[in-house]
RNA sequence: GCCCCCAUCGUCUAGCGGCUAGGACGUGGCCCUUUCAAGGCCAAAACGGCGGUUCGAUUCCGCCUGGGGGUACCA
């Protein structure tokens, strides 16, 4: 292992960025910040017949709103084939890999048989024995040729694993795989090997999947006579129907969490959390929190059930940790052709009601609207007339009027002894101004709504409201 | 089929031989209260099964069961 941190995420850019890859980015990104090292980014784009053209720049605005920033230029496979060729010749030359001849059709065969004998699907190796001057010959008149990874016949190969533990495999049950297809294109377990090697990382931390097949990429490094780095594989994350998030159909990209209203302190919370915990009660973190209280040792083995109601509470954590400032510019961007100056004001309001940013815009709707039509049933209190509550309206308005000063205060103490000269509880008047109002009966507190929209506003709306329990009734 | 991994409340988890099995989300109730939230208090809720090891297993070992992954000229 080389001695200074230097992890990566190597996404290949098949889709977007995401709950599953994050995870992966962000437990790189802690680890190498606590160890000041160097967190990087591999594009593996090996499989150009899977390759999604944008889905590279998704992955890499993904990251960047996490603020999971990467070091140095991220290393592009696809221009690196010559290398690997190189490194595929070196270990023709070494004997750690050899030519195999055998044709797409000869190998589907092979694998029918071995499903019928109900054998392990694998290379029966039958190019292994074909002498180095009869494969470079073959090679040299042009007939096609995969180069396969010669894994040792007997033996066992042991994995320490930082977070499987010891995993121990019988070489004789791994495959002769293909490490250069035929198009000269490296597979995934050469490409790996040569960058991760060529630069110098330190911890592979990925994900489960490659845990069956870490052996044979052990094996590799051997074979080339390099320092393997150390390997930490992670569990899956899974979504609320047990199916792995990472394979799921519409999987979502980070970015949909974006714009969703989600904060991205909280996605970072929610995602450090499917798999490990730092064994304390604290489960809120800012980002130095979470890099100081990183530990690989402490990753769960077992796979994580994203529980997405979880993720709207630390939203809402989140954005109550907001100032009033920052939050006002959060939800201005959810409300084209409102100023930040219009909402800042409005934020103390809606704060501590909000789950999600997104919930901001129909909340405020009725600072910048008036309601359309008030719907006499949710304007009438229960057990109320329509014409006493006509009469409470217009009571309400004159009572306003009449304030010399329009605060808070003032329109509390009017308003509850409006209701006690009415003989209403405050409850009902509140429901029935409330209503005429903001025209919704589910809103932020009303006397501060009241004071912040106005009196002119606010006595427009009452009127219009008893109006409209006098028309048409 | 073969190889590998995993297994504590519905979910995320703490636990690293002796605990009334702790916390969080969610759920239910109560308090606060002008609605809705937020906040506070309380409650229900878990060690998959069987064998060992041990004075003693949630914890260590094995088997079973149940999940999951891999088994490609995909990553």
Same mark, same amino acid.
């Given at each position: 292992m080389y001695e200074p941190v230097r992890v990566r995420y190597a996404p290949s850019p098949t889709g977007a960025l995401h709950l599953g890859g994050a995870r992966t980015a962000l437990f790189n990104y802690l680890f190498a910040r606590q160890k000041s090292g160097q967190f990087l980014l591999r594009i593996e784009d090996t499989d150009r017949a899977r390759l999604k053209p944008g889905s590279q720049e998704q992955i890499e605005e993904g990251l960047q709103w996490l603020g999971l920033t990467w070091d140095e230029t991220p290393l592009i496979q696809s221009e690196r084939k010559a290398i690997y060729q190189q490194a595929a010749n070196g270990l023709l030359e070494s004997g750690g890999a050899y030519r195999c001849f055998c044709t797409p059709q000869r190998l589907e065969q092979m694998r029918a048989e071995q499903r019928a004998r109900h054998e392990p699907e694998r290379y029966d190796r039958r190019c292994r024995s074909i002498p180095r001057a009869e494969s470079d010959r073959r090679a040299a008149t042009g007939e096609r040729f995969v180069v396969r990874q010669a894994i040792p016949t007997g033996g066992t190969t042991t994995l320490q694993d930082l977070v499987m533990g010891t995993v121990t495999f019988r070489n004789d049950t791994l495959d002769d795989h293909v490490l250069l297809k035929s198009d000269g294109f490296p597979t995934y377990h050469l490409a790996f090997a040569v960058d991760d090697h060529a630069m110098r #990382? /330190?911890?592979? #931390? &990925?994900?489960?999947?490659?845990l069956p097949s870490s052996p044979k990429h052990l094996l590799l490094f051997q074979a080339f006579n390099w320092l393997p780095p150390a390997f930490a594989h992670l569990p899956l994350v899974l979504g609320p129907d047990k199916k792995p998030l990472a394979k799921r159909h519409g999987a979502k990209d980070v970015l949909e969490y974006r714009e969703a209203g989600y904060l991205p302190q909280a996605v970072d919370n929610f995602i450090a959390f499917l798999g490990w915990s730092p064994g304390t009660d604290q489960d809120i973190f800012t980002m130095e929190q979470l890099i100081q209280a990183?530990?690989? /040792?402490? #990753?769960?083995?077992s796979p994580a059930v994203a529980n997405l109601e979880r993720l709207d509470w630390l939203n809402g954590q989140f954005i109550r940790r907001l100032t009033p400032d920052e939050l006002a510019t959060r939800v201005a961007s959810k409300m084209p052709g409102v100023p930040v100056p219009a909402l800042t004001p409005l934020i103390p309001l809606v704060q501590e009601r909000l789950r999600t940013l997104n919930d901001a815009p129909e909340m405020l709707r009725f600072f910048f609207e008036d309601p359309d039509t008030h719907r006499p049933e949710q304007l #009438?209190?229960?057990? &109320?007339e329509p014409a006493a509550t006509a009469t409470a309206l217009t009571s309400a308005a004159a009572a306003l009027q009449g304030l010399t000063d329009w605060t808070p205060e003032s329109i509390e103490a009017g308003l509850r002894a409006l209701a006690e000269r009415l003989g209403w509880s405050s409850r009902d008047l509140f429901m029935t101004l409330r209503v005429a109002v903001?025209? &919704?009966?589910?809103?932020?507190p009303l006397i501060e709504s009241i004071s912040r929209l106005g009196k002119d506003t606010v006595l427009n709306r009452l009127e219009r409201a008893a109006r409209a329990l006098a028309g048409p009734l």
């Open positions: #990382i /330190s911890h592979i #931390i &990925r994900g489960d999947g490659w990183f530990d690989l /040792s402490k #990753i769960q083995a #009438i209190a229960k057990g &109320r903001t025209g &919704r009966t589910v809103t932020p």
